[in-house]
């Protein structure tokens, strides 16, 4: 719209576009801490280079992981076989790289799942408050007081594993302790005046939860998230030590190790330390990373 002055026409003035820029600045200096973690950088690090090794190397290192071939058994590292190979003639650089994928796969897919449930069960939860919150915790103090490891070998006894399988075995259980800090969380936010007043204006429960609770625990779960993966890395490891992990010919780190130990008196190193150290690096990995994020989330070094 313009207006007509004495020096020809005046453009009104147009109202001013949103500012992000205080959104993008808390973003960026999220990132900014994160890097100067320097831990948190190398597990990024050490991920990025596991999962690179695991997923892409099949692509130039082509092994056959599905035919034995007993001439080709405990075959010290060489040129052919740069880890040697192990007791059914298996390249052990290939069934690594197999076992990896195997490992990450179920890692990632169960500690997202554990997370989802586990922030979806709290914020309800701490949320609602009263008989509620109480009967859904009682759930989790229940569940709590068993073993996990204990159910984790009930079920895989009973059924058979598979990687779906072990994602919702693992999944299924594992998420009682984010649960518990997204119920915290939950009890706090849920009396600010923000969500006071939404609730006075109509709001129901179900939007101030979607809309407020759990945007507003964000931080808890993406770092809580990056230690549930971790763990559902080392239940896997655990279930496949103890002979309940998916079958062959598929592989995961864990049987790798299980099948090492048996050979590691007769002087077969080759079996036992590349998965054994592989899972240490994994975890380490997400640990750190799980640090560095922490950090990146904390409103105090935001703002500092």
């Known amino acids: 719209m313009t207006e007509l002055s004495a020096t020809g026409p005046v453009r009104a003035p147009q109202p001013a576009a949103p500012d992000d820029a205080p959104v993008r600045g808390l973003w960026r200096q999220g990132v900014a801490v994160f890097c100067e973690n320097r831990l948190a950088l190398v597990g990024l690090g050490l991920f990025v280079l596991l999962a690179g090794v695991c997923f892409l190397g099949p692509l130039f290192y082509h092994t056959d992981q599905v035919h034995t071939d007993l001439t080709q058994v405990h075959l010290a590292p060489g040129a052919g076989h740069p880890l040697g190979t192990d007791g059914v003639g298996y390249d052990q650089l290939g069934r690594l790289m197999l076992g990896g994928q195997t490992s990450i796969v179920v890692g990632l897919a169960a500690g997202i799942l554990a997370t989802f449930l586990g922030t979806v069960w709290g914020a309800v939860a701490g949320f609602a408050g009263g008989w509620v919150d109480a009967a859904m915790m009682r759930v989790v103090d229940a569940m709590m007081s068993i073993p996990s490891l204990f159910l984790?070998?009930?079920?895989?006894?009973?059924?058979?594993?598979?990687?779906?399988?072990?994602?919702?075995?693992?999944?299924?259980?594992?998420?009682?302790?984010?649960?518990?800090?997204?119920?915290?969380?939950?009890?706090?936010?849920?009396?600010?005046?923000?969500?006071?007043?939404?609730?006075?204006?109509?709001?129901?429960?179900?939007?101030?939860?979607?809309?407020?609770?759990?945007?507003?625990?964000?931080?808890?779960?993406?770092?809580?998230?990056?230690?549930?993966?971790?763990?559902?890395?080392?239940?896997?490891?655990?279930?496949?030590?103890?002979?309940?992990?998916?079958?062959?010919?598929?592989?995961?780190?864990?049987?790798m190790l299980s099948d090492g130990l048996a050979d590691t008196y007769s002087g077969h190193w080759w079996l036992l330390y590349p998965p054994g150290i592989a899972i240490i690096l994994i975890v380490l990995a997400f640990n750190f990373m799980g640090d560095g994020l922490r950090d990146a989330f904390e409103v105090r070094l935001r703002r500092r």
């Open 152 to 255: 984790f070998m009930l079920l895989a006894a009973i059924v058979t594993p598979s990687v779906p399988m072990l994602i919702l075995i693992i999944g299924a259980f594992a998420w009682l302790g984010p649960a518990r800090l997204v119920r915290g969380e939950a009890l706090s936010l849920r009396s600010r005046e923000y969500v006071q007043a939404m609730r006075a204006m109509g709001g129901t429960g179900g939007r101030a939860v979607r809309r407020h609770i759990v945007p507003n625990a964000i931080g808890t779960v993406i770092v809580n998230a990056t230690f549930q993966v971790a763990d559902a890395i080392l239940y896997v490891a655990y279930l496949s030590f103890l002979g309940l992990g998916v079958p062959p010919p598929a592989a995961n780190w864990g049987g």
